[in-house]
Every structure is written in C-alpha cells, then in structure tokens.
C-alpha cells in the first residue's frame, strides 16, 4: 500500500486492548478539532469531531479528550481490532477556515 | 449513495507541463477542499470551493489553481510543474463549507518526472 508518512510516530497494541492516539495542536483559539483514520492506498476518513468548548466526546468504540490548558487531544479506541489498524490524523479547524492536520500516527493492531 | 470520485487515479507528467485533476463530490454537497499529501509535508490545505466560490486558501503558489462548476464538480490545476508538486492530491466534499465531516475522495497520485 501506499505511505503516508515514512517517519510518523508509531503505536502497536493487542487486539482486543485500548488505544490512545495523541496529538499536541498549535491554535488556542481553533474552533473544532477532528480525527480522521486513512488506510492504505485510501482516502481520509472522518472519525469524530469535538467543538472546542467540550473537554469529552464519545462515540461507537472511540472517545476524544480534549485539553486545552496543555493544548493536548487523544483518540481512545477501546477494543481494538484489526480493522482500526491505519494512520490516524488529528486537525483543527479555526474561524470555519482551512483545515490543519497533524502528521500522523500509525496504529498497528497485533492479533 | 455514491462517495467523492476523483480522476485520475493516477498520473506522470514531465517538469514544466501542466495538470488538471476532477472531483465529483458527493449528490448534494456544495463544498469542495483541496489537500496535498506528502511524506515530509503530511496533509496541507490547498483550498476550497463552495457553490462556485473559492471561500478558503491554503499556502501555496498561484501556481495551483481550482474552479467549481455548477454541478459542484471542481478541477485543481497546476501550471509549470515542479519535481516538488509529487503528491497525493486529495479532494473532500461536505454539505457546507468547511464542515468537520468531510468526505474524502480515494486521491489522485501526482509524479513529477
């Protein structure tokens, strides 16, 4: 498959445990922040988003934290599978102006 | 219900010639964005269409340049191309303009020779 990234920060967990992806953003004032999973030789996918009022936002198997005093977001995914392995995107979006994606983390799910 | 469609899959053009790329968003999105992705640069902003408006711009030269049609349909091009401009070209539609849910297309893959 194709490489998105040939030195991204890698995370390798057990299937069946929980995941936390991290991710340091730069814009205090950044409106939303999202997280987008792109398998190989595919586009991005839209996983969750959270406003930048919230400090937690649950979804089906994920859950993102958001913490603004120290400008830190995370991605839990909790029993993972196989089928989350990918490279996993955090970004911010300020003032509904362009989107800034992090660089990257590779999750790799080990059966 | 159909996803984003872009084309072509992929491309090999020579330094100093120009290309176009397509996206078909999504029936009844509006909005368009364009992104580059490299190894070294990750994923950037390009810019974004929104009923026929280029709404946002990202950083990049006035070498690439985009329009959206009526249909929503939208053309990136880059003139005068560079080794540099190698990328995964990606396009995302959503329903309004720079909507945190946006739909990624698979990618069109840009060599420069």
């Known amino acids: 498959g194709e490489s998105v990234g040939l030195h991204l920060p890698t995370l390798s967990v057990q299937e069946g445990d929980n995941s936390i992806i991290n991710c340091a953003y730069s814009?205090?004032?950044?409106?939303?922040f999202i997280w987008y999973k792109q398998e190989s030789g595919k586009g991005p996918q839209f996983i969750i988003d959270?406003?930048?009022?919230?400090d937690k936002r649950q979804g089906q198997r994920v859950t993102v934290l958001l913490n603004k005093t120290v400008k830190h977001l995370s991605l839990q995914i909790a029993a993972t599978q196989p089928g989350d392995s990918a490279v996993y995107f955090c970004a911010e979006m300020y003032n509904n102006n362009d989107m800034r994606f992090g660089a990257g983390t590779r999750l790799t799910v080990k059966p | 219900k159909a996803g984003v469609t872009q084309t072509p899959r992929y491309l090999i053009k020579t330094r100093g010639q120009q290309v176009t790329l397509s996206c078909s968003p999504i029936?009844?999105?509006?909005?368009v964005s364009w992104y580059q992705q490299t190894p070294g640069q990750g994923l950037q902003f390009l810019f974004e269409?929104?009923?026929?408006?280029?709404?946002n711009k990202g950083n990049f030269p006035g070498r690439f340049s985009g329009r959206q049609f009526s249909n929503s349909r939208s053309e990136m091009n880059v003139s005068t191309l560079e080794l540099g401009d190698s990328a995964l070209y990606l396009c995302?539609?959503?329903?309004?303009?720079?909507?945190?849910?946006?739909?990624f297309g698979q990618g069109t893959r840009l060599t420069v020779v």
């Open positions: 029936s009844g999105h509006r909005s």
């Open positions: 995302a539609s959503s329903l309004a303009s720079l909507n945190t849910e946006a739909f």
């Open positions: 959270i406003r930048s009022n919230m």
């Open positions: 269409y929104f009923s026929e408006t280029q709404r």
């Open positions: 814009n205090s004032a950044s409106d939303y």
